[in-house]
Structure formats: C-alpha cells, structure tokens
C-alpha cells in the first residue's frame, strides 16, 4: 500500500501518469489512482466520526468528488495527492456535526460518561477470556477522547500525530506553514494528552480508570460490543503505516501517549472497496471519462 503521507515512498511521478491514462478512458488506472487513498479516506473519516456508517457516508461523498472533479485537476498548481487531500479535509471540516459529536462536547462530558459506567473487576481466568473485549475497550475509549477535540484540532492530532504526516506536505494541504502546522499539532497534543494525564490510568498510575474493570460496564452501555468496530477486519495498526519519526520536540511521556493511539487498527474496510467500485462503475462516470477496460486497449 503507498504512504501518501511520506514524501520519500509516494511517487507523485506515478499519480501524472495514471492521471493521464484515467483522462483518456483508461478504467484500471483511474481505480488504481484512487485504490489506496480511498482508505486512507475513510480510515481518517472513521477516527475523525467514530461512526462506521458515518465514515462510509463521508468516504462515499468525498470519492465522488475527487472522481468527478478530476478533470478540473492542474499539476501546475499543486501535486495529485495535495489536491486529494484538500478536498478530502475541506469536505470533513465542513459537513453538518455527526452523531458521535452531538454526544460528546468536550472532555468533560466524556469523563463524565467514562464514569457513569459501572466498574467491574475482572478475576485472572475472565481477564485472559475478555483479552480481545478489554483491547476493544481501550482502543474506543482512545477514540472517544479524540473525539473532545474540536474538529480542527482532531483532524490535525489524526494526520499529524497518528500518521505522522509531512509537515510540509501538510502545510500544502491546509494552506497554512509548516510551523503554523506544527504549532496546530502541539495545541492539539497538549489539550488531549493534559486529559489523560489527569483521568486515563493507561498511562499515570495514580488514576482510577482501567480498561479491564470498565470493560463490562462498557458493554452495558453499549459502547462496546462483540461485533468488535475497531478491533477487527485489519491487517496493521495505524503505527506500521506511519512515519514512524523521532520528534525531539515531545517529551517521553508525550511518546507513550502517541504510541497508545497509534495501535488503533488501520481498517481495510471492505464497503468502501466496493464504493469505489460502484463510482467507477456509474453511468455517469463512464460517460464522463469515456471509460474502457484494459482489456479492450
């Protein structure tokens, strides 16, 4: 899978090409052009939602966009994958709140949900049987707290921190510096990671909260259940397709929080295949790029 994110292992050389190929009728490469970014798509629209539904409405809506608006696309003034992602952002910055955000306004709110919910010690047996249900716990709740972000912030903690995006590439997307970005990303950093510090007990000790005793109460709420949202139909973790860089700025406390909502799984996410499928299947979209099988070149 390519790394849009990475400078160094994405080659904009490709994209032109495939461009190219798309414009003039060529069915595979148009699916080729857009086959890994439109999970990325929906992997950010499902952190930045926390709703799988609502990221494949998103994902949906954000594919047809770049497809039909291809031919609008000029390399004179920006590279494919900026262009892409600008309409990817701009689209889940300014769509109507979703469900999750109409529940969770803040951190406050959030905490307040976390304990409302029973707590209920788990004994060595029942622990080792729940192992997948207690990861599940931990990796909603990591979520949840993204989610207090205002979108802004979140979209920013989500690429910047979570798939360590290029800062310059980055500062193309939003139309901002790259230390402008860079000082989005710290703000972001220090308002989730002041909060968890204060109330996760996944990484200060002093607190109360953890996933193993919270994870029945959870399961009554049902905030978690057995179908698994997160921990399930993925092959890596969001931390095997980032950067993976070394950033002096953070303090060591500051690396393990990171590293906590990396392991949040990167879904292959089999409905927004056949979205795309479907998009490049449409009438529409064969009489637009006047497309053709492979096969038949």
């Known amino acids: 899978m390519k790394k849009p994110f990475s400078l160094e292992k994405y080659s904009d050389t490709d994209d032109q090409t495939l461009i190219k190929k798309s414009l ?32 494949e409405d998103v994902t949906q809506e954000v594919l047809i966009k770049i497809v039909t608006n291809l031919a609008k696309y000029d390399s004179r003034k920006s590279r494919f994958r900026t262009w892409l992602y600008r309409i990817t952002f701009n689209h889940i910055l300014n769509i109507k709140k979703q469900k999750y955000e109409t529940l969770v306004t803040g951190f406050e709110n959030f905490f307040e949900y976390i304990e409302q919910s029973s707590e209920v010690p788990l004994d060595e047996t029942e622990e080792k049987e729940m192992q997948l249900l207690i990861e599940e716990s931990k990796i909603s709740c990591m979520a949840g707290m993204i989610m207090c972000l ?50 996760c007990g996944l990484v200060n000790t002093e607190n109360p909260c953890r996933c193993p005793k919270k994870t029945k109460g959870f399961i009554e709420k049902g905030w978690v259940s057995e179908d698994l949202k997160w921990n399930s139909d993925y092959k890596k973790k969001v931390y095997e397709l980032s950067e993976a860089k070394v950033d002096d700025v953070l303090l060591e406390r500051d690396h393990i929080y990171k590293k906590i909502h990396q392991n949040i799984p990167f879904k292959n996410h089999d409905k927004s295949v056949k979205t795309l499928e479907a998009i490049l299947q449409s009438s529409i979209i064969n009489k637009t790029f006047n497309l053709k099988d492979s096969s038949e070149q």
């Open 24 to 55: 003039d009728g060529d069915h595979q490469s148009l699916n080729d052009l857009i086959v890994d970014h439109q999970q990325y798509i929906f992997n950010i629209a499902l952190k930045m939602m926390n709703n799988v539904v609502d990221a």
């Open 150 to 199: 205002d979108r802004e912030q979140r979209l920013t903690y989500i690429v910047g921190e979570l798939f360590e995006i290029d800062h310059q590439l980055a500062s193309e997307i939003f139309g901002i510096s790259p230390a402008n970005f860079r000082k989005r990303l710290s703000r972001a950093r220090k308002n989730l990671y002041e909060w968890m510090n204060d109330r």
